[in-house]
């Protein structure tokens, strides 16, 4: 019986990070197994016998290699947790070559910030020069020596490696280098904290889009959400019996009055904020009822297509693999490769959509109402758990919401939890893809082995990017929204 170890890379800012090569070295100093981090910095090194080992982890271009773990014990069956490491960022790194494209030793660089101040590296014997330590801001970088141009406008972000400022003396070379690196991609920049925002909508709305129900309390008609009011008014009135039928109805309501009725309360206070989420949900998503104002008719078919890829049978295969396999078809092969991309570049574009529509100002709506449906679910858990009955479905969460805003399971409800939960989950691995891309500079790479690479990285296919997504994908085309977009 085997042991494991695992554990984390991350930056200075506790932001994981993928492509690290992390081996297990044995007493005799044999590589006894090695792993590549995944996109959120983890890792796990499995099939090692017992016993000590030493962990060491060699980063990605424009990170330093973290000291190695020493003495890490290795127990038959169990795993070896929490062996994490943390990585230096070089801030800026380049390379100056001549006119033949070798590098030049011994080239000063400066890094002028925007107040005027400035720092020096040297290149080395490849012609390599590094910056660390500079603080987050842009800064102009140039080699002092006039047969070079500066590079202008170059942001350095904490934690984060700026690469491919480079610099040559042959011209046509210098403005080929230049035109390729990230300052001048055609794939813009996004605002990821307004795009945050837009994913944690997207959850929260279509949850509320499940549960939203009217009910009738005196006089007034109000908004109900999860099936609250009706509990709540429910219990105390005992006219659920016809609706959902529980052995003890004044012990149930004795174990939620406090939870309800502070549940209701909160309700009431968020009524002014459900115009405001409906709005939302329309314009960044075009989900919902809102008439006041112009839905997002972008979001809906990039999002359908993205879960179309996810699913699609033709990328559940490891094309690696089967690349290597002599007797597969390599026409399967090729269009495999094509929805690949077709795939990242529908991640691009939703992820822009999410950074151009979502903002900022949802934060405090979203934290309250997450906070409610949260508060609500558990309630629904215990209804459920009560609930007497011989068929098992009835006791399931969303057919007793069902039942309680007497709306249809299966195509009123079963299509917004979804989206709330496996929609919610497809859009934040788009974040996590994007943010990868970004901090390599790849947003704009699109050959195979890149693709690859990044949607089938490492060995195992059960934890390939491609199998995370279809997994979602899959629950999401069994319950499908037919009156979106």
Known sequence: MAGSISGRVANNKGVGVGGAQVKATDGQNNVAGQAVTL?????????LAAGAYTVSAQAPLGFKDPNPIQNVQVVDGQDAADNNFQIAAASV????TDKSGNGVQGKTVKAVN????????????????????????????????????????????DGV????????????????????DARFSIESLISKDEANQAVSLFSVVNLMLAGLSRRRVGNEEKMDMLGVLNL????????????????????????LEGELKSLARDLDQLQ???????????????LGLSNNVLGNVQFPPLFRRYVEIGADKLIAFDIKAADENQFFDKTRIAEADELLKELKGLILQVVRLLSKYGTAATRRVNEDWARFEARSLEVLSIVARDRVTPDQDERNVWTVLADLTGKQRETEVAPYVVLSRHGGKLLTIAMDVYRELENKGQLDVFDPSHLRDLFQRGNIQREFLTEKIREQATVIKRYPLASWG
């Open 39 to 47: 996109s959120n910095g983890s890792y796990a090194v499995k099939n």
């Open 93 to 96: 790194l380049g390379l100056v």
């Open 114 to 157: 925007a107040q005027g101040a400035e720092q020096q590296a040297q290149t080395d014997a490849n012609g390599r020069y590094m910056f660390d330590g500079l603080a987050a801001g842009k800064y102009t970088i140039r080699v002092d020596d006039q047969k070079f141009l500066s590079a202008y406008n170059v942001e350095v972000v």
């Open 161 to 180: 490696p700026t690469l491919g400022i480079d610099f040559s003396e042959d011209v046509v070379k210098d403005f080929l280098d230049r035109l390729d």
């Open 232 to 255: 709540y008014y429910g219990l105390q009135e005992d006219s659920l019996r016809n609706t959902v039928t529980v052995a003890n109805p004044t012990d149930l309501w004795f174990k």
């Open 272 to 286: 002014s904020d459900a115009d405001f989420l409906n709005r939302e949900a329309k314009r960044q998503f075009n």
